[in-house]
């Protein structure tokens, strides 16, 4: 008797396969000088620094040695100043005026005293390495978005970030995968962590630093989505004399970084192609999902969309 043979069609992992072929050096082919700080430098120093070229995080090296000790980012920052502040319900003129005092302070701290509070470090890849590598140690961990490229003698050569594989992913996303959409694997759906507009940025920086994560749905009185703030934002935190954490977190934004009260959008029905796309010229690591009613219903990161790529069985 004749038996009959089933076959199941797969589909091959032709993003993970683009990867792989390429090295970590093709991922960032415009590469920029190293922007860095030194480990006895203030935090305040490590702010501007920040600020003045515009990145998220930056490598920090010994104030002696001059060897590589790792990242510093707002995140960071974030979790030493919540280690530093009072619980912002209990605030009240006296403590606000103890709080300004204390975030003075806290701005003279050396870097090496905040560095690795809250961003899992990731080992510097070798530039001849397979992007992969670099792929794997940018989700080795959900607040981990940089890493430090070095070349055969260890010199430090350029910074490898989350946003460089997005971009590269994006322009190169390979057609027998472009119809594949983010609800197909999981995404768009879940549990948020928002925070109310009105509520004080000392409290959005506490949610994050307790929750671990490096942004908050920032929702309105009917817990409508309005905006986005995230670590990145505490770029204006020193612009005055004092650091602004008592003011409401609407009006932080709005003075600070106003693009943050337009929230970027994922569609769970599009593709994962679109939504690289949508990170990738936003230059953002998180993108949010509604409801009907636009209550934030979902987060799609960076990290999230990277794992994809690196895990997809391909069925």
């Known amino acids: ?11 091959s992992n032709s993003a993970r396969d683009i990867l792989h072929k390429i090295k970590v050096a093709d991922l960032t082919p415009h590469q920029k000088d190293i922007i860095s700080i030194k480990s006895n430098d ?59 005092i204390a975030g003075r302070a806290i701005s003279m701290v050396s870097v090496s005293r905040v ?15 397979p992007a992969t590598h670099a792929a794997q140690a ?9 890493l430090l490229a070095i070349n ?15 971009k590269f992913l994006s322009d190169r996303w390979p057609d027998d995968m472009k119809d594949i959409s983010l609800a197909s694997c999981g995404y768009g759906y879940g549990d948020v962590i928002s925070i109310p507009a009105t509520a004080p940025t000392l409290a959005a920086l506490q949610k994050m630093a307790l929750a671990r994560v490096m942004a908050l749905a920032v929702v309105d009185g009917s817990g409508k989505l309005i905006g986005n703030f995230s670590a990145n934002d505490l ?49 953002v690591h998180h993108a949010w999902t509604v409801d009907g009613d636009g209550k934030p219903a979902g987060v799609v990161s960076a990290t999230d969309l990277l794992r994809f790529v690196l895990n997809w069985s391909g069925n």
């Open 235 to 283: 770029k204006g935190l020193y612009k005055g004399a004092t650091p602004e954490l008592t003011k409401p977190v609407k009006e932080f934004l709005e003075t600070h970084s106003p693009k943050s009260l337009i929230p970027i959008l994922a569609h769970p029905e599009d593709s994962i192609k679109a939504n690289l796309a949508t990170l990738s010229s936003h230059k």
């Open 152 to 166: 055969e003698q260890k010199e430090p050569k350029y910074v490898c970030s989350q946003s460089d594989v997005i």
């Open 138 to 146: 940018l989700t080795s961990d959900a607040t981990t978005h940089h």
């Open 1 to 11: 008797r004749q038996q009959r043979t089933h076959h199941t069609t797969t589909m």
């Open 115 to 129: 560095m690795n509070m809250f961003t899992k470090e990731a080992a510097p890849v070798f530039v001849g390495d």
């Open 42 to 100: 203030s935090v305040w120093h490590a702010v501007k620094t920040l600020e003045k070229h515009s990145i998220h995080s930056c490598p920090v090296f010994d104030s002696s040695s001059n060897e590589y000790l790792g990242f510093i980012d707002f995140g960071d920052l974030t979790n030493y100043i919540v280690a530093c502040s009072p619980d912002p319900a209990l605030l009240d003129n006296g403590s606000m005026e103890n709080l300004q």
